[in-house]
Nanobody, 126 residues
Framework: QVQLVESGGGLVQAGESLRLSCAVS????????IAWFRQAPGKEREFVAG????????NYADSVKGRFTISRDSAKNTAFLQMNNLGPEDTADYYC???????????????????WGQGNQVTVAS
């Protein structure tokens, strides 16, 4: 069974950067998919970025393209979400999620991910 432990959230000013980490423990399948979702107060959870473990595929929400980068370090069993040029609209709880296999078509669907981290709060002050 896979467990996810997240770290890296916090409070930053607009224009600054943060990096979220998601440590994958347990026995992850070789084709594991990792994604970040976020949920702002009063809003639905939304897809942010996703990657398959071989790093052959990456996908981003339009709202973060060019600012966020998802990556993974297979030696450390850790995925990262580098967030640059943050704005107040990025304020949310960010969740790392894992699923068995990466869907190049439906990567944005939360239902495809059956393991979730505890969440990390990211607050961007204007």
């Amino acid at each position: 069974q896979v467990q996810l432990v997240e770290s890296g959230g916090g409070l930053v000013q607009a224009g600054e950067s943060l990096r979220l980490s998601c440590a994958v423990s347990g026995r992850p399948p070789s084709n594991i998919a990792i994604a970040w979702f976020r949920q702002a107060p009063g809003k639905e959870r939304e897809f942010v970025a996703g990657i398959n473990w071989s790093a052959a595929f990456e996908n981003y929400a339009d709202s973060v393209k060019g600012r966020f980068t998802i990556s993974r370090d297979s030696a450390k069993n850790t995925a990262f979400l580098q967030m640059n040029n943050l704005g107040p609209e990025d304020t949310a709880d960010y969740y790392c999620a894992a699923g068995a296999g990466y869907s190049v078509t439906y990567y944005y669907r939360a239902a495809l991910y059956d393991c979730w981290g505890q969440g990390n709060q990211v607050t961007v002050a204007s």
